[in-house]
Nanobody, 115 residues
Framework: QVQLVESGGGLVQPGGSLRLSCAASGNIFSTYYMGWYRQAPGKQRELVAFITSGGIANTVDSVKDRFIISRDNAQNTVYLQMNSLKPEDTAVYYC?????????WGQGTQVTVSS
C-alpha cells in the first residue's frame, strides 16, 4: 500500500509559477512510475507528466517547455514545477503511483490561475 499526499497548490496569476510536491509512504518508492494528472471542472482527468523509476521524464505537448517533473527517491517525493501558468492550467492536480497492476492516487491539490 502506498499513500500519496500532494501539496503546493494555490492561486497564482497568469505567467506565474508553482511547484507541486507529492510525498509517498513506503520504502519502495523508487520502483514506481510516478505521474501527475489534472482534472478541470467538467472535464476528464488527463495525464500531465510522468517519470519512470529510472528517472526518464515525459510531459504532454500542452505543457511541454513549461512544466517539469522530477523525483527525489531519497525523499520519496515527486515534484511538478509549473512555469508560465495559463488560466487553462486551472484544475485539481493529482499524483499517481504505478507499478505493474498496482495504482495509487493522492487526494489532489487545487491550482487556480487567475488575475
Amino acid at each position: 500500500q502506498v499513500q500519496l499526499v500532494e501539496s503546493g497548490g494555490g492561486l497564482v496569476q497568469p505567467g506565474g509559477s508553482l511547484r507541486l510536491s507529492c510525498a509517498a509512504s513506503g520504502n519502495i518508492f523508487s520502483t514506481y512510475y510516478m505521474g501527475w494528472y489534472r482534472q478541470a471542472p467538467g472535464k476528464q482527468r488527463e495525464l500531465v507528466a510522468f517519470i519512470t523509476s529510472g528517472g526518464i521524464a515525459n510531459t504532454v505537448d500542452s505543457v511541454k517547455d513549461r512544466f517539469i517533473i522530477s523525483r527525489d527517491n531519497a525523499q520519496n517525493t515527486v515534484y511538478l514545477q509549473m512555469n508560465s501558468l495559463k488560466p487553462e492550467d486551472t484544475a485539481v492536480y493529482y499524483c499517481n503511483a504505478r507499478r505493474s497492476s498496482y495504482i495509487y492516487w493522492g487526494q489532489g491539490t487545487q491550482v487556480t490561475v487567475s488575475s
